[in-house]
T-cell receptor
Framework: NAGVMQNPRHLVRRRGQEARLRCSPM?????VYWYRQLPEEGLKFMVY????????ESGMPKERFSAEFPKEGPSILRIQQVVRGDSAAYFC??????????FGQGTRLTVV | DAKTTQPTSMDCAEGRAANLPCNHS???????VYWYRQIHSQGPQYIIH???NNETNEMASLIITEDRKSSTLILPHATLRDTAVYYC???????????FGQGTELSVKP
């Protein structure tokens, strides 16, 4: 049973470009979560999704950030018009209906 | 979710047991205690969770006090590879986000 798969592992974008981060949850998991970790800081919750629904986006910045978890395919975290302050590690986790969440290895976004 | 309190850092000698405490005095009856760790900026790793009974798996043991206001994660024979930040989280067991605090930075020393 493959774990949570995130790609790419590393992503470099110039200021103003778009970043798309992908997350494939574990088989049988219908809940997906995105977290951000700025350099030398803790893990911050961004958004919680189920298939085709955003359940909790209380941690998402109000502008430029969006997330989706379509009926088919991976969950996508999209950052438009990236700025240097978006440079961080972005972690995705998935969980079943009951039980804990399992995390992917993250995507490290660098904005130059 | 209930707030948890952990020491900022701890040291442990290699080969000895590491006992990591966590206070969760406001935990509600249906909230579980989860433990995760993050090794040097890797993705957080699930360790163990429990409701009120003590739990053990291949990684660790979880001891929860009878009043459920605190718990201890035990790594029975710590190795250098157990050096990490350990997070204790009280949360419901039915989906829902995990809120990470500052955790305990465990340093295992030779």
């Amino acid at each position: 049973n493959a774990g949570v798969m995130q790609n790419p592992r590393h992503l470099v974008r110039r200021r103003g470009q778009e970043a798309r981060l992908r997350c494939s949850p574990m088989k049988g998991h219908s809940h997906v979560y995105w977290y951000r970790q700025l350099p030398e800081e803790g893990l911050k919750f961004m958004v919680y999704l189920q298939k085709e629904n955003i359940i909790d986006e209380s941690g998402m910045p109000k502008e430029r950030f969006s997330a989706e978890f379509p009926k088919e395919g991976p969950s996508i975290l999209r950052i438009q018009q990236v700025v240097r302050g978006d440079s961080a590690a972005y972690f995705c986790a998935s969980s079943p209906d009951q039980g804990g969440a399992f995390f992917g290895q993250g995507t490290r976004l660098t904005v130059v | 979710d209930a707030k948890t309190t952990q020491p900022t850092s701890m040291d442990c000698a290699e080969g000895r047991a590491a006992n990591l405490p966590c206070n969760h005095s406001t935990i509600s009856g249906n909230e579980y205690v989860y433990w995760y760790r993050q090794i040097h900026s890797q993705g957080p790793q699930y360790i163990i969770h429990g409701l009120k009974n003590n739990e053990t798996n291949e990684m660790a043991s979880l001891i929860i006090t009878e009043d459920r206001k605190s718990s201890t994660l035990i790594l029975p024979h710590a190795t250098l590879r157990d050096t990490a930040v350990y997070y204790c989280i009280a949360t419901h067991n039915q989906g829902g986000k995990l809120i990470f605090g500052q955790g305990t930075e465990l340093s295992v020393k030779p």
